[in-house]
């Protein structure tokens, strides 16, 4: 399977941007999905993630309310709907998939995942 990540760019803060990740050659039911963000000189975190089969979500709290996180099994695409921008969300976001259904505490961890896509990059300007 590959991964095909979109829809980066500059936005100013407060702004919105919504994040596309492509699956080819594989069938995204089959997965669970995430969002992965990695800042300059910093670790990648995990910004959102949804199992498969009981679709259920988590999100990195710095996230909650302004992030939305969803797959569309027909179109073997899924987004992340980013609102109410700040600075500090400027970074390379990274999509990434599981065949497993990884527990709840193992959602967000990096090491989970098999397959990533290339990164797009988010600049929120102030």
């Known amino acids: 399977v590959q991964l095909q990540a979109s829809g980066g760019g500059l936005v100013q803060a407060g702004g919105s941007l919504r994040l596309s990740c492509a699956v080819s050659?594989?069938?995204?039911?089959?997965?669970?999905i995430a969002w992965f963000r990695q800042a300059p000189g910093k670790e990648r975190e995990g910004v959102s993630s949804?199992?498969?089969?009981?679709?259920?979500?988590v999100y990195n709290n710095s996230v909650k309310g302004r992030f939305t996180i969803s797959r569309d099994n027909a179109k073997n695409t899924f987004y992340l709907q980013m609102n109410a921008l700040k600075s500090e969300d400027t970074a390379v976001y990274y999509c990434?998939?599981?065949?497993?259904?990884?527990?709840?505490?193992?959602?967000?961890?990096?090491?989970?995942?098999?397959?990533w896509g290339q990164g797009t990059k988010v600049t929120v300007s102030t």
């Open positions: 050659g594989g069938t995204l039911d089959h997965y669970a």
């Open positions: 949804i199992r498969k089969g009981d679709r259920k979500t």
């Open positions: 990434a998939t599981t065949s497993g259904n990884p527990i709840f505490s193992n959602m967000l961890r990096p090491t989970t995942y098999e397959v």
